[in-house]
């Protein structure tokens, strides 16, 4: 698989907003969020989010290999929607997302619980 083929598959994140007149350019504002946010910690979001697609497709590699012609896709974790939970509840979301999971999740379970610790919430632009 080409780096090009494989970075158009990967997640991507964007920050725009609309420019009205008046206002500060884009290249301000993204500098005043990079204050604000960072590089570590969007470097952190973005490691997990490729580290989470890494585990995804480990644990269902196999799984696509056997039911080519019925394979479920991989599921979708959303990152913001477990940080806005209590632990507890980013445990059971997760082991509800990975259901269909043939093999053994509990490792990954614990280990994206841990890397989740401590990651700050990027805010989104409205």
């Given at each position: 698989?080409?780096?090009?083929?494989?970075?158009?598959?990967?997640?991507?994140?964007?920050?725009?907003?609309?420019?009205?007149p008046g206002?500060?350019?884009?290249?301000?504002?993204?500098?005043?969020?990079?204050?604000?946010?960072?590089?570590?910690?969007?470097?952190?979001?973005?490691?997990?989010?490729?580290?989470?697609?890494?585990?995804?497709?480990?644990?269902?590699?196999?799984?696509?290999?056997?039911?080519?012609?019925?394979?479920?896709?991989?599921?979708?974790?959303?990152?913001?929607?477990?940080?806005?939970?209590?632990?507890?509840?980013?445990?059971?979301?997760?082991?509800?997302?990975?259901?269909?999971?043939?093999?053994?999740?509990?490792?990954?379970?614990?280990?994206?619980?841990?890397?989740?610790?401590?990651?700050?919430?990027?805010?989104?632009?409205?």
């Amino acid at each position: 698989m080409s780096m090009a083929s494989k970075s158009r598959d990967l997640p991507r994140v964007t920050f725009q907003a609309p420019e009205k007149p008046g206002e500060e350019s884009s290249h301000k504002k993204l500098g005043k969020l990079t204050v604000k946010y960072n590089r570590k910690d969007l470097q952190r979001w973005l490691d997990l989010e490729e580290w989470i697609d890494a585990q995804l497709q480990e644990l269902y590699q196999y799984q696509l290999q056997e039911k080519a012609d019925t394979a479920t896709p991989e599921p979708e974790i959303d990152i913001e929607d477990l940080l806005e939970v209590s632990n507890e509840e980013q445990k059971s979301k997760l082991q509800e997302i990975l259901h269909e999971c043939s093999r053994p999740t509990e490792d990954f379970i614990t280990e994206l619980l841990s890397r989740l610790q401590g990651l700050r919430k990027i805010p989104q632009r409205k």
